[in-house]
């Protein structure tokens, strides 16, 4: 992934390819694991205890959300904001993939070099960052807030000005290099490992390889920076705490600080991972699939050229 060049291992896949295998992985992890993100914010802005016992707690469990949400908002409600989900996800997949980023051994292997990680921490301010604001916004809310997105982009520029599409940076960049270095760090570790823990017979599905090895690595990555990511949602929605009113208390914050003080205070430690349990199946899924699908793209690449050749 980041860094990695699969021409390193014999493969015969130009850096176009690669960017598009990255770019193919992104949209269809995305379409399979928008649910769960959905579910996961759901419970990143729930004030009270995500906990059956407590009666305002409108969401307590996986299951129990996802019944809800589709008795309440039908099907389409798993799938909120999920055009400009995908630009971001074929954007970030594109760049997170392309070994034309840097050059030198670090290509050569699948970890993070440190150029790759200086245009990943730069993604949240790119010309899209409307469509990443508006991303984390649309599964948060539960009544129709904007018609399109256009009408959303144009409408949040007039009544807050530009800045409201930078709300949450902050978490969002402390984040970004500790995430993306400890995910590909320990797919490389976690791949050594299973060449090593696998027997000879076991070693030839690489697929399956590359999507445990991708899963274990979304997990302990998303465990260690979940915090933030939690934080950066809920200074997102500063402004639209009255459109999801309707689940649970709201509040207000003032910055990064302010935000992780008043959840220490109020909901105490366990509210910082108010959330994880969708979030880590999220995060396995996500990094695996995406795993697998950039191989398998840039194998069927190398094999349609070998075809050709």
């Not at 009544?159 to 949450?168: A, D, I, N, S």
């Not at 940076?169 to 995430?179: D, G, K, S």
Request: charged letters at 15%.
């Amino acid at each position: 992934m980041v860094g990695y060049d699969p021409r390193a291992d014999g493969r015969n896949v130009s850096n176009l390819e690669v960017a598009v295998a990255g770019s193919v992985s992104g949209l269809v992890t995305r379409v399979l694991i928008s649910p769960l993100d959905v579910i996961k914010i759901r419970f990143q802005l729930q004030i009270e205890r995500l906990s059956r016992s407590d009666p305002n707690a409108k969401y307590h469990g996986i299951l129990q959300a996802g019944r809800q949400i589709l008795q309440e908002e039908g099907p389409t409600a798993f799938w909120k904001g999920h055009i400009p989900a995908q630009l971001l996800s074929i954007g970030y997949g594109a760049v997170q993939c392309s070994p034309s980023w840097c050059t030198g051994p670090a290509c050569a292997m699948p970890e993070t070099s440190p150029c790759i990680l200086c245009v990943a921490a730069c993604l949240p301010v790119w010309p899209p960052s409307p469509c990443i604001l508006w991303t984390c916004y649309a599964p948060a809310l539960q009544r129709r807030v904007y018609k399109t997105l256009r009408n959303a982009v144009v409408t949040m520029y007039r009544t807050e000005g530009p800045l409201v599409f930078y709300k949450g940076l902050n978490p969002t960049l402390i984040a970004i290099f500790p995430y993306a270095g400890f995910q590909f760090s320990f797919y490389s570790s976690l791949k050594h490992a299973y060449e090593w823990a696998m027997p000879a017979e076991g070693k030839k599905n690489g697929n399956f390889k590359n999507l445990l090895c991708g899963s274990g690595a979304g997990v302990i990555s998303k465990t260690l920076t979940y915090p933030l990511d939690l934080f950066k949602k809920r200074l997102q929605v500063g402004g639209f705490e009255q459109a999801r009113a309707s689940f649970g208390q709201v509040r207000s914050y003032k910055g990064l600080l302010d935000c992780a003080r008043q959840v220490l205070r109020e909901e105490g430690a366990q509210g910082c991972f108010k959330g994880l349990a969708p979030s880590l199946l999220k995060a396995a899924l996500s990094t695996g699939f995406v795993f697998f699908w950039y191989e398998l793209f840039c194998n069927l690449f190398h094999h349609v050229k070998k075809a050709d050749s």
